[in-house]
């Protein structure tokens, strides 16, 4: 099937003006026109804050024009949803840099998610760190702490091996899986080497779970005798562990004291 030449524009009541298509817009623009359908939208925005832009391609400008004319006719704006989260409290705790990595800033995962990832990294050296936070779901709520950090450290290793499946990594193999009691929680460590883009590479997975929240820490750098050998990485996780879960703690003693205040 032949594919439609696409093009982007800018919309605005002055008119059209071409701007230039990345390459993590194509495959979209490639979707939303499926087999040659055309899904023209006044409303398509890029990214958050991108300005609202319009497909057309060569079987059909008329009806993008039309769209345009209308949109500057019409006085009311159209309903955006504009919805943005509040940034996670645990943001503001966090430290800027940790040990030899600098915090890059979160994400959620997605809109109905509570759940979210903070990266940092060591740029220098090739070394990136990802921070997930997410609620133990409503199923799982009743097993013990144990089962909740190894199933979901058991998780963690079936996705990796799902992207080993597409093509994202290669040669993925678990080298060393231990577990280690810190006080009355338990942390999984994994470590693993892979192939990606063809540089050997070595990732650690750290795991614990806390009062209904899972916590994990991922390491990834290019595989060799320092990085192996070092122990940064697990001073890392054991630092991040303990300054989320100490904020969860103070969360608790507040609402605690509240609950107190209340019945006074």
Known sequence: MQRLPIRLFYLSCKGFEPTKLTRSQRPLLRHLLGSGAVLATTAQRIDKYGPIYMLWTKRNLLLPVLLALSACAVTTPAKVDTTVKDEPSIISVMPEQLESFDYQGYRYFDKSSDGFTMRYSNLGKHRLADVFI??????????????????????????????????????????????????????????????????????????????GTLIKVRVSMPDNTANRSSEEWDRFASSVFDTIIDNIQGKDQQILATKKQAKI
Not at 175 to 184: E, H, L, Q, S, Y
Request: hydrophobic share 35%.
């Open 134 to 211: 997410y609620p133990v779901s409503k199923e799982n709520q009743e097993l013990p702490h144990d089962q909740l950090v190894m199933g979901s450290t058991r998780a963690t290793i079936q996705a990796i091996g799902s992207a080993v499946k597409t093509g994202q990594y290669a040669n993925f193999n678990v080298i060393g899986a231990a577990t280690k009691a810190r006080g009355i929680r338990t942390v999984a460590r994994v470590e693993a080497t892979y192939l990606r883009e063809n540089l050997a590479s070595y990732t650690l997975v750290y795991q614990t779970e806390y009062d």
